[in-house]
Each structure stands twice: as C-alpha cells, then as structure tokens.
C-alpha cells in the first residue's frame, strides 16, 4: 500500500527512523554493559540483561517495519488548484456520521507522515480515510468515506485563508 507523503513528511519520517536507530544503538550500550556487570553466573541471571534484549527485539522490529514502509512512500509534489483541497490547506468541514450525529471541525489536509497537534485546527494526513478523500474534491463538496465498514459524509464547507 503506497504512503503519500510531501518533502516535510519525507523528512519527518527519515526523522523518525534515525530517532529509532539511535534508540537500538543506546540500547545495545545498555545491554554490553549490564552484562558485563553481572554477577550471576550469565546474562540469564541478569534482569537488566533480558529487559535490554526484549528491548531491543521492540525496536528492532519498529526499525524493520519503518524500512518496509519506506520502500512505500511515493513524494507528492505540492500542487495548488484553485478550487479543490490541496495538501496545506485548512477548511472547515461537516462530518455527518447519522442523521442526528454531526461534528463541525477546522482540519489542514497535511502532506506529514505523522500529524502533529495544533490549537488552531486539527491535522489530517493524506494517508488517513479523510484525507485521502477530500485530497483534490471541489470546494464545496460532499464527499463519502468508510471507517469499518461505516459510511461516513463529509460537506466540505470552505477554505480558511489564514
């Protein structure tokens, strides 16, 4: 399943991945030096030994599973249309789940791998089921998406200017 990102979330990604890596080598510091400190007859007897090794197979697998992903992300180059939701804009939508359950919320369709929080507006990935769904619809819109097998509607009601 490909991964959409823009440059900011390329970045943030390979961020993230470097953050992990630099996780295993500490790790691994932790680990030789618990095991040579240990006084048990080997690093079985040593708590801090296994708990170091079970951390390491966490983040070992993280890395594993970051480095498949990565061969997944495809770069989107930032477009601006006028008219439709572009990746970076911020638009006020209607999030209708049933007739009588409606939500009314401020998003930024972003091009980030992670969404990071916002006092102003919520992030949206372009990889989300919302994202990806309003990604190039016409401003004003309504738009359907599924979430486990529930249809959810979208008014996509204007583009905030800021």
Not at 82 to 103: Q, R
Not at 129 to 148: A, H, R, W
Request: overall charge negative; charged content about 30%.
């Amino acid at each position: 399943m490909k991964i959409f990102l823009n440059k900011e979330g390329v970045l943030q990604f390979n961020k993230i991945l470097e953050e992990k890596k630099g996780e295993l080598l500490k790790n691994s510091t932790s680990s030789s030096s618990s095991i040579q400190n240990a006084t048990g007859d080997g690093w079985h007897d040593n708590f801090d030994a296994e708990q170091s090794l079970r951390e390491e197979y966490m983040i070992t697998h993280n890395i594993e599973k970051l480095l498949k992903m990565k061969q997944e992300i495809e770069l989107l180059e930032e477009k601006r249309v006028e008219g439709v939701v572009c990746i970076n804009d911020v638009l006020k939508i209607k999030i209708i789940y049933d007739e009588n359950d409606t939500e009314t919320s401020i998003i930024k369709l972003t091009g980030k791998y992670l969404p990071e929080p916002n006092s102003d507006y919520e992030e949206i990935t372009l990889n989300s089921p919302l994202g990806s769904s309003i990604y190039l619809k016409p401003i004003p819109s309504q738009i359907y998406y599924e979430v486990n097998e529930r249809r959810i509607t979208v008014e996509i009601e204007e583009k905030i200017i800021k």
